[in-house]
């Protein structure tokens, strides 16, 4: 069993033990990601941490850093790990236009692809839930245009709309994001997407 506290997350409790939020969710028959502090967590019992008869300890979890421009409600103690800027990549080479003749003014750069783009989201989405604390999930949605430089660096990300999230959280969320890591493209102006972001408790 796991005790939920101030800060926790799914997707931190998850990474402690090794295991998904969904094995989490099922072993619960949690319909949503929404906790409650003082909330007791059935742990799934082929999760690495309880296979091998070790209980993660508080101080394994506390040695990560708050990421910068947190809000002031989540607690520095049981931050989850926050994502680093990534290294940047070698760009591609766009199309060689000496090389395809006649058809050149029918070539062009083509940038990342949606499955490309939504590898990556999921990849960085989790982090997001450092900027909730626990039990405060908003209902809402945050559009966001997102510009990936050609070596898979995130260059900026805008807030287009927002609706039902606050101001804080929309902030967090941005910078979080900034660090997130794609593929490299070939597109040297750099590749910008919009890209829908909805909370549900």
Known sequence: MRTVVAGDTLWAIASEFGITVEEIKRANDLQGDR??????????????AIANNTQPSRSARTKTRRPRHAPAHTAPETQPMTLSRPAPKPCLDGPDLNAIGDEAEMIASVGLSMPQVKASMNNALPYVGNCISAGGWPTGKIDLEITVE?????QSVSVLRRNGVSVEIAQCAQTTLQNASFPAHDMPDGFTFQYPMTFSP
Do not use: F, H, M, T
């Open 150 to 154: 050609c070596n898979g660096r995130v």
């Open 35 to 48: 906790i409650e502090i003082g909330q007791q967590l059935i742990i799934p019992s082929d999760s690495p």
